[in-house]
Protein backbone atom coordinates (compact mmCIF):
# COMPACT_ATOMS: atom_id res chain seq x y z
CA UNK A 1 0.00 0.00 0.00
CA UNK A 2 2.83 2.76 1.10
CA UNK A 3 4.44 1.24 -2.37
CA UNK A 4 1.74 2.57 -4.54
CA UNK A 5 1.31 5.69 -2.59
CA UNK A 6 4.74 6.29 -3.16
CA UNK A 7 4.58 5.91 -6.98
CA UNK A 8 1.32 8.07 -7.22
CA UNK A 9 3.51 10.81 -4.94
CA UNK A 10 6.06 10.64 -7.81
CA UNK A 11 3.61 10.70 -10.79
CA UNK A 12 1.39 13.69 -9.39
CA UNK A 13 5.28 15.57 -8.80
CA UNK A 14 6.53 14.41 -12.45
CA UNK A 15 3.01 15.59 -14.12
CA UNK A 16 3.45 18.91 -12.11
CA UNK A 17 7.09 19.51 -12.95
CA UNK A 18 5.67 18.58 -17.11
CA UNK A 19 3.18 21.30 -16.37
CA UNK A 20 5.96 23.80 -15.37
CA UNK A 21 8.13 23.33 -18.02
CA UNK A 22 5.44 23.64 -20.44
CA UNK A 23 4.21 26.44 -18.87
CA UNK A 24 8.19 27.98 -19.03
CA UNK A 25 8.60 26.63 -22.54
CA UNK A 26 5.98 28.53 -24.46
CA UNK A 27 3.96 26.49 -26.02
CA UNK A 28 0.09 26.39 -26.67
CA UNK A 29 -0.32 24.75 -23.57
CA UNK A 30 0.81 28.16 -21.72
CA UNK A 31 -1.59 29.68 -23.33
CA UNK A 32 -4.97 27.74 -22.29
CA UNK A 33 -6.13 26.90 -18.76
CA UNK A 34 -4.05 23.62 -17.67
CA UNK A 35 -6.43 21.12 -15.94
CA UNK A 36 -4.25 18.76 -13.66
CA UNK A 37 -7.44 16.55 -13.68
CA UNK A 38 -7.44 16.32 -17.74
CA UNK A 39 -3.67 15.76 -17.57
CA UNK A 40 -3.52 12.75 -15.19
CA UNK A 41 -6.60 11.54 -17.01
CA UNK A 42 -4.83 12.19 -20.30
CA UNK A 43 -1.44 10.77 -19.09
CA UNK A 44 -3.29 7.25 -18.34
CA UNK A 45 -5.38 7.09 -21.56
CA UNK A 46 -2.33 7.50 -23.13
CA UNK A 47 -0.34 4.79 -21.41
CA UNK A 48 -3.11 2.70 -22.50
CA UNK A 49 -3.83 3.38 -25.74
CA UNK A 50 -0.74 4.99 -27.61
CA UNK A 51 2.32 3.51 -25.62
CA UNK A 52 2.74 0.17 -27.15
CA UNK A 53 4.11 2.61 -30.44
CA UNK A 54 5.16 5.89 -29.21
CA UNK A 55 6.44 4.57 -25.75
CA UNK A 56 5.09 4.96 -21.75
CA UNK A 57 5.12 8.23 -21.01
CA UNK A 58 4.97 9.62 -24.73
CA UNK A 59 9.34 8.64 -24.39
CA UNK A 60 10.38 6.69 -27.40
CA UNK A 61 13.89 5.44 -28.12
CA UNK A 62 13.01 6.12 -31.81
CA UNK A 63 13.05 9.82 -32.17
CA UNK A 64 10.28 9.86 -34.76
CA UNK A 65 7.46 8.05 -32.23
CA UNK A 66 9.28 9.71 -29.64
CA UNK A 67 6.24 12.68 -28.62
CA UNK A 68 8.12 14.71 -26.55
CA UNK A 69 9.73 16.15 -29.24
CA UNK A 70 6.77 17.30 -31.12
CA UNK A 71 8.06 20.87 -30.68
CA UNK A 72 11.10 20.59 -31.86
CA UNK A 73 10.28 18.30 -34.85
CA UNK A 74 7.36 21.21 -35.76
CA UNK A 75 7.66 24.21 -33.70
CA UNK A 76 4.44 26.42 -33.83
CA UNK A 77 3.28 24.10 -35.94
CA UNK A 78 3.42 21.11 -33.30
CA UNK A 79 0.05 21.41 -32.46
CA UNK A 80 -1.98 21.26 -35.47
CA UNK A 81 0.54 18.17 -36.76
CA UNK A 82 -0.91 16.74 -33.49
CA UNK A 83 -4.17 16.86 -34.33
CA UNK A 84 -4.18 16.21 -38.33
CA UNK A 85 -1.96 12.78 -37.36
CA UNK A 86 -4.55 11.57 -35.01
CA UNK A 87 -7.65 12.44 -36.88
CA UNK A 88 -6.27 11.24 -40.33
CA UNK A 89 -3.69 8.78 -38.98
CA UNK A 90 -0.36 8.02 -41.35
CA UNK A 91 -1.49 4.53 -42.45
CA UNK A 92 1.84 4.32 -44.16
CA UNK A 93 3.24 4.41 -41.27
CA UNK A 94 1.16 2.31 -39.18
CA UNK A 95 -0.78 5.65 -37.26
CA UNK A 96 -4.09 4.52 -37.22
CA UNK A 97 -6.88 7.17 -37.93
CA UNK A 98 -8.34 7.99 -34.14
CA UNK A 99 -11.18 10.41 -35.25
CA UNK A 100 -14.57 8.58 -34.52
CA UNK A 101 -12.50 5.28 -32.25
CA UNK A 102 -11.71 7.79 -29.56
CA UNK A 103 -14.03 10.39 -27.78
CA UNK A 104 -12.91 13.78 -28.10
CA UNK A 105 -12.39 14.48 -24.84
CA UNK A 106 -10.33 11.56 -24.66
CA UNK A 107 -8.30 12.59 -27.49
CA UNK A 108 -8.14 16.55 -25.90
CA UNK A 109 -7.23 14.77 -22.57
CA UNK A 110 -4.16 13.32 -24.87
CA UNK A 111 -2.98 16.59 -25.77
CA UNK A 112 -3.01 18.01 -22.67
CA UNK A 113 -0.64 15.39 -21.27
CA UNK A 114 1.58 15.16 -24.49
CA UNK A 115 1.83 19.23 -24.24
CA UNK A 116 3.43 19.13 -20.84
CA UNK A 117 6.11 16.67 -21.61
CA UNK A 118 7.34 18.43 -24.44
CA UNK A 119 11.77 18.83 -24.36
CA UNK A 120 13.34 22.08 -25.72
CA UNK A 121 16.21 20.40 -26.79
Known sequence: MQACKTIRQHCA????????????????VAHAAVDQEDVSRGHELFNSTCAHCHGSDAASFDKRTDLRRLHIR????????????????????????????????????????????????
Open 74 to 121: YGSKAEEEFWTTVNNGRLDKGMPTWKGVIPEKDLESIKAYVFTVQRSK
Open 13 to 28: AGLAAGLLAALSFGNA
